[in-house]
């Protein structure tokens, strides 16, 4: 295992142009550490890591790590990502989107790949906005929230993702912040060794168009502000309802044993030889 402050560098693609494309102050670098941190403390050969992506902020991550990577197209990373499943099983296969890649045009693959359990890790990184593509509100977007496209305030529902995924049928789900970056490494740790659908929701910020519109403060603000909002699962059990008015809560919300989908697929075919 290399040492912590060289982890990082030593995944970069070595001839990928840098400075990156995120603002400064982004927390999907913060994401892509994490998730670095986490491939090198399980020691898993590059070249048995996929990671795939779609359109957005979030899914350019791929493009500066030295594994397999495909950078498809809006909202079916997690398709691409099941052909690849299928095809090389032994294969482990990451998907890096975001709250508008993954649960609004991509919305129907995610509850399908969580409904089939496929062993595919999926790493949401939720900013609450589309950043890439001008400041449209997403379904993450909060009720009354102002985006470009929701300039007197959205009046939809938001959706809640660790909900949504294990009404869907996942494995293993989770959600971590970008200022809490111990907690987000061991998750997304976790996610990568469990065998099903596994997704962490990381909670991250979008000063840019988030923070602007909604005169919520720059990068060290909005980061910040997770620090005070934040309870932990174990802790928000024992408090009554009112204290988790306006609370995000943080850590493992569901890690089953389920039949994945590979091994039923693979059934199928032995079970079909010689007939």
């Known amino acids: 295992m290399l040492q912590k402050s060289d982890v990082i ?3 970069l693609r070595p001839k990928k142009a840098f400075p990156n494309v995120w603002c400064p102050g982004c927390g999907i670098g913060i994401v892509m550490g ?3 941190r986490a491939i090198d403390k399980l020691q898993i050969a590059r070249d048995d890591i996929t990671l795939v992506s779609g359109i957005g902020c979030s ?3 791929p493009v500066y790590l030295d594994f397999n990577t495909l950078h498809t197209t809006h909202g079916r990373a997690l398709a691409f990502a099941t052909g690849v499943k299928l095809a090389k099983p032994k294969m482990k296969v990451i998907v890096i989107t975001g709250d508008g890649d993954c649960l609004a045009i991509g919305g129907n693959h995610f509850i399908h790949a969580a409904r089939r359990n496929i062993d ?3 790493i949401l990184i939720n900013n609450m906005i589309y950043g890439m593509t001008g400041g449209q509100f997403s379904p993450t977007t909060p009720s009354e929230s102002f985006a470009t496209t929701s300039p007197y305030g959205n009046k939809e529902n938001q959706f ?3 909900k949504l995924a294990i009404a869907a049928g996942a494995s293993y789900v989770a959600r971590g912040t970008v200022y809490h970056v111990t907690q ?5 740790t ?3 060794t469990k065998r099903g659908f596994s997704v962490v929701e990381a909670f991250s910020n979008c000063h840019t168009y988030y923070g602007r519109l909604n005169r919520a403060g720059d990068a060290v603000k909005m ?3 997770m620090k005070k909002n934040v309870i932990p699962l174990k802790a928000a059990a024992k408090m009554p309802p009112e204290k988790l008015e306006g609370k995000m809560l943080t850590g493992v919300f569901a890690d089953v044993e389920k039949d994945e989908y590979c091994d039923r697929y693979d059934q199928l075919i032995e079970s079909l030889k010689g007939k």
């Open 184 to 188: 987000l490494d061991e998750l997304i």
């Open 190 to 192: 976790e996610a990568i």
């Open 160 to 162: 809640d993702i660790p």
């Open 59 to 61: 899914s350019r991550l």
């Open 34 to 36: 994490s998730l670095v």
């Open 120 to 122: 595919i890790t999926t």
């Open 223 to 225: 980061i910040d502000d």
């Open 9 to 11: 560098h030593q995944y």
